[in-house]
Nanobody, 120 residues
């Protein structure tokens, strides 16, 4: 089994910052990539940032220049640094991890979600 545990969400004022973390554990042989998605009320889930191993990071246009995705491969952990937050960033944020398990089967797994609310 693969488990993802997210942390770091909360309430912040516009212009503030938050840092989300997502730690993966379990029978992981190799992580091929990680990413962050979000779902705002009444909207579809959207990609925020992705970080494929050995590839280029990608960001949604709405967060470019404000959010930064990074990772610690040794710890199977991915972070999302969010600066200059705006009310439209309010959403539930989900991390996603994909790769190969110890039994050499491919997998993709989602975190439980963490609420980010940007409001004065």
């Amino acid at each position: 089994q693969v488990q993802l545990v997210e942390s770091g969400g909360g309430l912040v004022q516009p212009g503030g910052s938050l840092r989300l973390s997502c730690a993966a554990s379990g029978n992981i042989f190799r992580v091929d990539g990680m990413g962050w998605y979000r779902r705002a009320p009444g909207k579809e889930r959207e990609l925020v940032a992705s970080r494929p191993n050995g590839g280029s990071t990608n960001y949604a246009d709405s967060v470019k220049g404000r959010f930064t995705i990074s990772g610690d491969n040794a710890k199977n952990t991915v972070y999302l640094q969010m600066n200059n937050l705006k009310p439209e960033d309010t959403a539930v944020y989900y991390c996603n991890l994909y790769g190969v398990k110890s039994d050499y089967k491919w997998f993709t797994h989602w975190g439980q979600g963490t609420q980010v609310t940007v409001s004065s």
